[in-house]
C-alpha cells in the first residue's frame, strides 16, 4: 500500500525529490564516503516519504537536509570508532574530470581544499559544506543542524578562519620544501 496520497506525492516529487543531489554530497561530507552516504540518503529519503504527509513547511530542501543530516549523525553514532579510524581516500573524494588537462591543472589544488576540508571538526564541516557548497542561507543551516543562528555564523566564521589558516600553512610550507 502506497504511503503517500497521489495528490501528496506529486508534492514530494516537487519539493523534496529536486534536492537529492544537495543531500548526497551532505552526507558524503559528514560520513566521508560515498557508499556509505548513498546507503544513509537513501535511507532518509525513505523517511522523508514516509513522513511527509506531516509535513507543513515550504521549504523542502531544509526539511531533507536536517532528515539526513541527523541519518548521519545516527549512522556515526553506530560506527564511532570505525569513522575515526578511516583514512581520507583521494581517488574516492575526487570528482573526474572529463577534460584531463584540466584535471591536472586543477587536481593539487582541488587535494589541498579537500584535504583542508577533511581536517575540519565535523560541525565546522557540515556548516561550511550547507553554506558554500550547497548555498543555504544562514536560517536554512539553522534549521537543518538544529542550531542557532548566531552559532551558525561564529562556526561558520571560525569554520573559514581555520580552512584559511590550513591552507595557507599548506602553501608556506610547499614553498619552503617542507612538505
Same mark, same amino acid.
Request: proline share 3%.
Given at each position: 500500500m502506497d504511503v503517500l496520497q497521489p495528490q501528496e506525492r506529486i508534492r514530494f516529487e516537487q519539493q523534496v525529490l529536486p534536492h537529492l543531489n544537495a543531500a548526497v554530497n551532505l552526507a558524503r561530507?559528514?560520513?566521508?564516503?560515498?557508499? @556509505?552516504? !548513498? @546507503?544513509?540518503?537513501?535511507e532518509a529519503m525513505l523517511r522523508a516519504y514516509r513522513f511527509f504527509g506531516n509535513?507543513? /513547511?515550504? @521549504? /523542502?530542501?531544509?526539511w &531533507?537536509?536536517?532528515?539526513?543530516?541527523?541519518?548521519?549523525y545516527t549512522w556515526l553514532a553506530k560506527r564511532v570508532p570505525r569513522e575515526?579510524?578511516? !583514512?581520507f581516500d583521494e581517488e574516492v573524494h575526487q570528482q573526474p574530470s572529463p577534460n584531463p588537462e584540466t584535471l591536472a591543472a586543477q587536481s593539487d589544488e582541488r587535494q589541498r581544499l579537500m584535504n583542508a576540508l577533511e581536517s575540519l571538526p565535523i #560541525?565546522? #564541516?557540515e556548516v561550511l559544506v550547507l553554506r558554500e557548497l550547497e548555498g543555504c542561507s544562514y536560517k536554512e543551516?539553522?534549521?537543518?543542524? /538544529?542550531?542557532? &543562528? /548566531?552559532?551558525v555564523?561564529?562556526?561558520?566564521?571560525?569554520? #573559514?578562519?581555520?580552512?584559511?589558516?590550513?591552507l595557507g600553512v599548506r602553501a608556506a610550507k610547499e614553498v619552503t620544501g617542507d612538505l
Open positions: 561530507w559528514l560520513l566521508r564516503n560515498p557508499a @556509505d552516504a !548513498e @546507503d544513509v540518503v537513501q509535513f507543513r /513547511g515550504t @521549504d /523542502g530542501r531544509a &531533507l537536509l536536517q532528515i539526513v543530516r541527523n541519518s548521519c575515526m579510524v578511516t !583514512e #560541525r565546522s #564541516r543551516i539553522s534549521e537543518v543542524t /538544529g542550531i542557532p &543562528l /548566531g552559532t555564523m561564529s562556526t561558520l566564521s571560525r569554520a #573559514r578562519e581555520r580552512l584559511q589558516r590550513t
